[in-house]
């Protein structure tokens, strides 16, 4: 796909450098690691879990924790050499933009054993490059390795994977029963809630008891507007006596995410700004003046000090610090597990409506995640599927859940139970429980390759890690699904298994790949619009950007989809 990467030739030289050094061997030395391997499996004084004595260099294209480099303990780190062999070793790319830095390394041709990156569905950007580069070989088909797992062999089972996962990242029709890509983060169950979370609008505690803010009063992106305004005016102040901000950014620092202004937003419970009309007229939000209203909305509110002024840019860090000094009235999006919420100095807001009216919970068949690959260049890909199934079946999954056992838990008919003083570590010392290894107190290592298959209550006997040990009388995670009424409003969700508007991309652009360079700078277009100078010029952008997509070819898309629906496909709007 003729894509037009930014920054490329920078991160692709750092790239090389980076990954000559850390991943790659020349091939007497891989020949020589292979029939190491092969000699000391075949000892017999080795466990039934090994697998090789060999070093898997894992890049991360993705940002923040997310990545878990370094957070293996040394103890954990042990177990899985005598268990397995293996010695994984995970680094990350530094870039402001993962996108941008698995774009370079894909460019750069250099890489190491496997790498792992974002792909909550086919129709984030991400995909069309991975798509193209299994198509150019670049990656191992590892079909028959999978299916050889007890793990990675339930994705070949009828009615396990989701249908975009299936047919569109996995098992495509044009791979002739290849697979080149692994769809992380899969339930074992269809429509699981388990883990339960809430996600979202959050507002402090305090500010919405002395305004009489209650969950769910807030339908529209004005009725959040006069709450700011009274935030405002209210003389509320952070812990270190300053002046809050009525709507700081979200947790994970800038992003252009839906929650405050959900109704002026033309899409779904998806994130492609595509949308059926009252009429039944499948529409990019560029065929409506929605981007017009939402554009007006956030100027104003960035002009009167409604919202940080570096709402959409400021740093992760910076982000979470601001919520742990309780700097903003209304946090734009966090989840009721993070652990700056645990001292529910905050409380959740509750779900605007969508554009099309509706507020309910829409709920997935299945969803993914993230994913990984195995390059082409990668001697005994064979090993590294083994080691991952191992990882996510139940004693990798144990161990990356809840460390080790007499260290960290202990087994009580058959489930762990974590050990208390941890749990008081947890909450008095984050960082210092970290430091234990493992992904219950925060060290995310084992995502990777670990986290599919998830069925947390009925392997581990409670949805998340200290749920069952945890007083759930003061079990922030508990009451927080409480508040916001999960399980009611779960009983009335609507459940699709379909796929999302851009997952159709490729099948109506080929390699093209104009379409869908056009949609991603819509959306970087309006974060300009934004901060314009002046209305006019925020006008400008947003019609130049329209022109460009309908250059592309939007509207034939959007008919494309109808030609689909009346095929019998279902689309997750």
């Not at 000391?40 to 894992?58: G, H, M, V, Y």
Request: with cysteine; proline share 5%; charged share 30%.
């Amino acid at each position: 796909m003729n894509f037009t990467f930014k920054k490329l030739s920078i991160l692709a030289l750092s790239l090389t450098m980076l990954l000559s050094s850390c991943g790659n061997k020349d091939n007497s030395a891989k020949k020589e690691s292979a029939e190491t391997s092969t000699e000391t499996s075949e000892q017999t004084d080795k466990p039934d879990t090994w697998i090789a004595d060999r070093e898997i260099n894992l890049l991360v294209f993705e940002s923040g924790s997310d990545v878990g480099e370094g957070t293996m303990s040394p103890e954990i780190a042990d177990y899985i050499k005598e268990r397995t062999g293996i010695t994984l070793n995970i680094q990350s790319v530094t870039s402001e933009d993962s996108y941008e830095a698995l774009a370079a390394g894909l460019a750069s041709g250099d890489l190491p054993d496997a790498i792992a990156y974002y792909l909550n569905n086919s129709g984030r950007p991400e995909f069309p490059i991975l798509l193209k580069a299994a198509n150019e070989g670049m990656f191992h088909d590892i079909a028959p390795y999978l299916k050889e797992g007890k793990i990675y062999g339930k994705y070949f089972e009828d009615g396990y994977l989701p249908s975009d996962t299936k047919r569109n990242i996995m098992m495509r029709d044009d791979w002739d029963g290849a697979t080149y890509l692994v769809h992380m983060s899969i339930p074992r169950n269809p429509a699981d809630p388990d883990p339960k979370y809430i996600g979202g609008l959050y507002i402090r505690k305090d500010i919405a008891d002395k305004l009489g803010v209650e969950m769910d009063s807030i339908h529209t992106a004005d009725q959040l507007e006069e709450v700011l305004r009274k935030i405002q005016e209210g003389d509320f102040k952070d812990v270190n006596g300053n002046p809050v901000v009525p709507l700081g950014p979200t947790i994970w620092g800038g992003s252009d995410r839906p929650w405050p202004y959900r109704n002026l937003i033309w899409e779904g419970q998806g994130a492609q700004k595509i949308l059926k009309d009252k009429d039944g007229n499948i529409k990019h939000e560029c065929m409506t003046d929605y981007a017009e209203k939402r554009v007006e909305l956030v100027r104003r509110w960035l002009k009167d000090g409604l919202m940080h002024p570096e709402y959409y840019t400021i740093e992760e860090n910076r982000a979470r610090e601001g919520i742990l000094n309780q700097a903003y009235g209304i946090i734009a999006d966090t989840h009721s597990r993070m652990v700056e919420m645990q001292n529910m100095a905050y409380i959740p807001l509750g779900d605007l409506d969508r554009a099309d009216g509706t507020s309910n919970m829409v709920v997935p068949y299945k969803s993914g995640y993230s994913g990984w690959a195995i390059p082409s260049t990668t001697e005994n890909p064979e090993e590294i599927v083994k080691f991952a199934d191992w990882l996510a079946g139940p004693e990798g999954k144990l161990l990356y859940f809840y460390g080790l056992e007499g260290k960290h838990y202990d087994l009580v008919d058959g489930k762990p139970v974590p050990k208390k003083e941890l749990i008081e570590l947890m909450a008095k010392d984050p960082d210092a429980a970290k430091k234990e290894g493992f992904r219950g107190v925060g060290a995310y290592w084992g995502e990777h390759f670990a986290y599919t298959d998830m069925a947390n209550l009925e392997d581990f006997g409670e949805t998340s890690w200290g749920d069952e040990s945890s007083d759930n009388e003061n079990n922030a995670a508990v009451k927080y699904i409480e508040m916001y009424d999960f399980d009611k409003k779960y009983e009335e969700k609507t459940v699709i298994d379909g796929l999302n508007p851009a997952a159709y991309l490729y099948e109506f652009e080929g390699d093209d790949g104009g379409l869908a360079q056009a949609m991603q700078e819509w959306d970087e277009d309006i974060v300009k619009a934004y901060y314009a100078t002046s209305e006019e010029e925020a006008n400008a952008i947003i019609e130049e950007s329209r022109r460009k997509l309908k250059d592309a070819g939007i509207e034939d898309f959007c008919k494309f989809l109808k030609e689909k629906e009346d095929e019998g496909d279902t689309i997750f709007y």
